[in-house]
């Protein structure tokens, strides 16, 4: 399995898999897969990997930003999907282990992702690679009419303070 930066050309697969997290009903709030151009837009560009093995793409990875503010610039929103038929195989630490580092390549002095609290292995997956607890944002979204909550993990650069 390698990790290698996302193609335009890859899209139909991580889309694919990203469907695939939705239908979970805790992966997400987002209900259906945006358009790549809606997708483009949103994520951080230098920020995006997939994972594969003998032309397969397993799982993707990539940041968005959390705000338009300058102060919040090196902050970034984790997104990683793995394919339904790829869990549990290792492709997540892997890819995070890899925005990780990209990550810290490009600015940013932090990485966060919010997780639904019943999301165990991405829970698991996160404080494996070195993110932390931080809290618990309560009914902060819905999905089909019901409230959920979101826990909220980070994980800092290590050369925070260095410079």
Same mark, same amino acid.
């Given at each position: 399995?390698q ?23 805790? @992966?997400? +709030?987002?209900q ?5 151009e809606?997708? #483009? !837009? =949103? ?5 995006r990997? $997939? ?27 984790v ?13 997540g ?12 390549? @490009?600015? +940013? ?9 019943? #999301? !165990? =292995? ?6 494996? $690679? ?18 959920k ?15």
């Open positions: 399995m990790v290698r930066e996302m193609k335009v050309s890859d899209w139909e697969k991580v889309s694919q898999i990203y469907a695939e997290g939705i239908a979970t009903g805790f @992966a997400t +709030f987002e259906t897969v945006p358009s790549f809606s997708w #483009n !837009e =949103a994520h951080v560009e230098q920020c990997l $997939v994972a594969e093995k003998d032309g397969e793409i397993h799982g993707w990875a990539a940041l968005s930003p959390v705000s338009s503010r300058c102060v919040y610039g090196g902050v970034g929103e997104s990683v999907y793995i394919g339904e038929a790829s869990r549990g195989m290792g492709v630490k892997l890819l995070l282990e890899q925005l990780i580092s990209e990550s810290e390549k @490009a600015g +940013f002095w932090t990485i966060q992702s919010g997780i639904f609290p019943e #999301n !165990e =292995a991405s829970i698991y997956l996160h404080k494996k $690679v070195g993110f932390r607890f931080i809290g618990r944002r309560e009914q902060v979204g819905k999905i089909h009419g019901n409230w909550d979101n826990l909220l993990f980070e994980k800092r650069s290590k050369t925070i303070g260095t410079e």
